[in-house]
């Protein structure tokens, strides 16, 4: 499978969500894809599931607010 490798600063998402996106139906599905993509990179980074203990983890998952 293909991987696509990017980076974008939180503030450069912001914006583009806020000024590209008229409707809020489009800004809330953008802003659940970000938030998936950035769930993702976060498990595989850590190689560990949010809750999961596994003697392969790297680090620690945070919380954060939804």
């Avoid at 953008?30 to 790297?58: P, S």
Wanted: net charge negative; glycine share 2%.
């Amino acid at each position: 499978m293909t991987q696509v490798h990017f980076t974008l600063k939180s503030e450069e998402i912001q914006s583009i969500i806020e000024y590209s996106v008229k409707d809020d139906v489009s800004k809330n599905i953008l802003t659940t894809v970000f938030n998936q993509l950035m769930e993702n990179q976060r498990t595989e980074y850590i190689q560990a599931k949010e809750y999961e203990r596994t003697e392969n983890r790297q680090s620690q998952r945070n919380g954060y607010y939804e």
